[in-house]
């Protein structure tokens, strides 16, 4: 009798060792998920239009220093209005500084290289505001304001005349490169040509 009780005490613990060992093992849970870290917000989105509005007003601060804050603060948000106040300040503000800096911000970006702007300080007073605005020019190399740089061959300060003539060669010089460009080009299409005329004979 303790026989036959020691081997069904035997049979259970081996049917339930066996029942443990075949069971799956259970996954361990997941991690929680990490909160989304927040998208960045695009300036504009903290930068409300009342904002906007109370710099582009510091752009009539009496000082030039505010002035010129308000201007990289708006440039640097992408003010979709600061082509014109750029361009207003170029042929209006009173600090010659203030505007060659100006002159300069606006050849540095594509979207605020507003040429009615940088033709306007041709015509300015102070001449390192005229010799900016050649230099700005220059580098646009836009030669459709040739007419405008010419005149100033005629300034009375020698350092204008100069400038004027530099922007003058660098026009010529791009359209140099242009024309060598498109030579370039018109030479690899016809070789282009000649290979697949080639290919189908």
Known sequence: MSRLLAFVVFLAAAGYLAHEYLR??????????????????????????????????????????????AAQLLYNVRDPQLGPL????????????????I?????????????????????????????ASLNALGDIGDPSVVTWVTALLKDPEPDVKIAALQTLGRFQDKRKEEFRALAE???KDYEEALRRAAARR
């Not at 799956?24 to 929680?32: I, R, V």
């Not at 504009?44 to 009496?62: C, I, T, W």
């Not at 002159?103 to 306007?120: F, P, S």
């Open 24 to 69: 799956p093992a259970q996954t361990p849970p997941l991690p929680a998920e990490p909160p989304a870290a927040a998208a960045p917000q695009e300036p504009g989105s903290v930068f409300s239009e009342a904002d906007a509005e109370k710099v582009r007003q510091s752009l009539q601060d009496p000082d030039p220093t505010v002035r010129w804050a």
């Open 86 to 101: 750029l361009e207003k300040m170029v042929a209006d503000d009173p600090d010659a500084d203030l505007r060659i800096k």
């Open 103 to 131: 002159v300069g911000m606006m050849k540095g970006r594509e979207d605020l290289a507003r040429l009615g702007g940088l033709v306007k300080g041709l015509h300015d007073v102070d001449k390192s505001v005229r010799i």
């Open 185 to 187: 080009k018109l030479k």
